[in-house]
């Protein structure tokens, strides 16, 4: 009786570590996916940010559009943010005001829930620049204030 007790013992342990070894590489797994689609993301907005300045901006909006689906797949609240900003900035400069301040409306949401200040700002100056581009001239001051009171 005390030979099976023991070996049991020796099954029960055994099998307690293989689920921990088990368990502790499931964890990392998730972390290096998670920091491989971080790099994903980087690369894609700075893609992005290299088709916008070319004046490619169709281009453009594909990465960041691709930038924003990674971040928000990884629940990466900053990048979400930022690519929010940067797609709100391409469709103002093609002139489609209602589709940018969608955007941009986005980023000013998150950015008050995450409280990510410096964002924020640059989310608001965005909006005022394609409110006064739209001619809303009113609604570009309320929102260029809104960006220098959290400066």
């Known amino acids: 009786m005390e030979g099976r007790l023991i070996s049991f013992s020796r099954f029960l342990c055994g099998a307690l570590a293989v689920f921990a070894i088990a368990f502790a590489t499931a964890g990392c797994a998730h972390v290096s996916d998670s920091s491989y689609m971080m790099k994903m993301s980087n690369e894609t907005s700075r893609r992005g940010a290299e088709a916008f300045a070319s004046g490619d901006r169709e281009q453009a909006l594909e990465r ?10 990884i ?13 709100g900035r391409v469709y103002t ?28 700002s640059d989310a608001h100056a965005a909006f005022a620049k394609a409110e006064y581009l739209a001619g809303h001239a009113g609604t570009a001051l309320d929102y260029i204030e809104d960006a220098q009171q959290i400066d």
């Open 64 to 73: 960041f559009r691709e930038a924003l689906r990674i971040d928000r797949s």
């Open 75 to 87: 629940d990466n609240r900053g990048g979400e943010m930022f690519d929010l900003i940067n797609l």
């Open 93 to 120: 400069s093609l002139g489609r005001y209602a589709e940018a301040t969608d955007f941009l409306n986005g980023a000013i949401t998150l950015g008050v829930t995450t409280r990510d200040y410096a964002l924020l």
